[in-house]
């Protein structure tokens, strides 16, 4: 029996079901690009942002993270405080929270369809089996047990049941993915909030540096 005939003989919910396979598909690719993106040289950007902090080159730092800031969402969290011209302590926390949740928003793109289709693909499943056994069933007489009436009856509930197994094998590997992609975003929050605390104790240090030096010289200015 090839795909085409299990395709038919699973019924009209088949159709749903071929939707959102294709769905989940797409889906799960495209979140799949995006991760291939984000997680290349994510840790090498961090370093070199962090490096340039420590050495209060934060030009340079800011000038890092805004040529990553197109591609990866580390640059565009990194870069959100950078870009101010000399923010205080906490408008630069301000900056790096507002970044992370607008990031984190975007990481988590396609878990909404992919939770709709692990619980409603099992669902269509089930209901096409239940229509496949009330087709089977609706014709058949006590008397017709042991015949070829009967044998036709068994046959009718296994094609019914390929329904149930479509719908549990789409909902199956879109959980799969899903779980992955869950723990993904888990690495970014803990890479957010490690690079995020680093970045922003530099900068206090740098602030504070610069507001002694302020106290000497009350000619001097607030420069990075």
Known sequence: MDARELFEKGGPVMWPLFGLSILSLAT???RLWF????????????????????NDEWDIAAQIAKQERNLKPIGRFLYAPLKRTNPDPETFKLALEASAEDEIATMR???KTL????AIAPLLGLLGTVLG??????????GDL??????????????SLIATATGMLVAIVSLSFYRLFQGLIF?????????GNQLELLY??????LQRQANEDPETEFIR
């Open 115 to 118: 939770e709709s289709i692990i």
């Open 204 to 209: 206090r240090e740098h602030w504070l540096k």
């Open 28 to 30: 799960i690719l495209e």
């Open 187 to 195: 690495n970014q929050i803990k890479l957010f909030r490690g690079a």
């Open 35 to 54: 991760w291939f993106k984000t997680t290349r040289r994510e840790e090498e950007l961090v370093e070199r942002v962090l490096e340039a902090g420590s």
């Open 146 to 159: 042991g015949t070829a009436a009967g044998s036709n009856l068994v046959l009718g509930i296994s094609e």
């Open 133 to 142: 056994l009330i087709r089977a069933l609706s014709g058949i007489k006590l």
């Open 109 to 111: 793109k396609g878990d």
